[in-house]
């Protein structure tokens, strides 16, 4: 999981109600959600959205045409109470008795997650991350085609890695404005993670993932993540250390597994 940046004032406002509907649940349609609705979801039910998306498109590959709460909730490693709240914010409630429709459901999450358009990535630092995320070939099939690479080192300049030859540092702006490039990965050195930033902004660049460990500034209109796998790490350290003072006062119920 990412974690962002704060520095553009995030809309996501928590909507009223804390559980998912109950009661009359009207049927799935395929109108565009609300943007004011779009712009009131909550961060973490964005990322579990681009879950539940992989998830569809899978089942849509398989021929599914409907799936039920419980059956997508297990699939996404989600329980199904947050599954019902989350697709609430497109306007899903599913029809009682036969689920979601998998084909509406996914256009519904590609509208609301931006995903009706391709979004070229450049990848700026063609070291071991960059080689690795470069050559990465699941990015494309999802909408994020990596069209640009950038480095420093001279004996990287020209040489294709995953099929695209990497360019100077000194060509992001020039490259990344004649190739449409929306989204700029970041995975150099922190000392020249900024300096790059401000080339992918010159370029045109509307978002950063940022992998080096340094805050970036940027202005007003872009978006910038976070990626800190070490932060990562240590949240689940967290968990390990919580579960093993619980095991002391706790007692295993039922098959002890649990849906995340
Ligand atoms: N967030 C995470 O979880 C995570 C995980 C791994 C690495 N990282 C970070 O990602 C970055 C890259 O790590 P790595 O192991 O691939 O490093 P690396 O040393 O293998 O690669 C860095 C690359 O950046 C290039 N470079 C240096 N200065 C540059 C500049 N000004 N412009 C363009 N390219 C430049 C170098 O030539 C090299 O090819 C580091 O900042 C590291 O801390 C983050």
Redesign the pocket.
Known sequence: MVARRGRRNGAEVKLDADNAPTAEMPAVTGAAPDPVRVKAIPEAAVARLAVYLRVLSAMAEQGATTVASEELSAAAGVNSAKLRKDLSYLGSYGTRGVGYEVQVLVGQIERTLGLTRQHKVAV???????HALANYGGFPGRGFPVEAL????AD?IGVPVGGIPVSH?EDIPAVCAERGISIGVI????T?AQ??CDRLVAGGVQCILN???VVLQVPEQIEVRK????VELQILSFHVARRAEETNSSHPVGNGMVVR
């Not at 700026?124 to 960059?130: D, F, P, R, S, T």
């Not at 995975?187 to 922190?190: E, K, R, S, V």
């Open positions: 700026v630092g063609i070291g071991n991350l960059g950038f480095d420093v080192d990287l540092l995975a150099t050195p922190p020249a300096s790059v992998f080096a460990p990626v800190d796998l070490a």
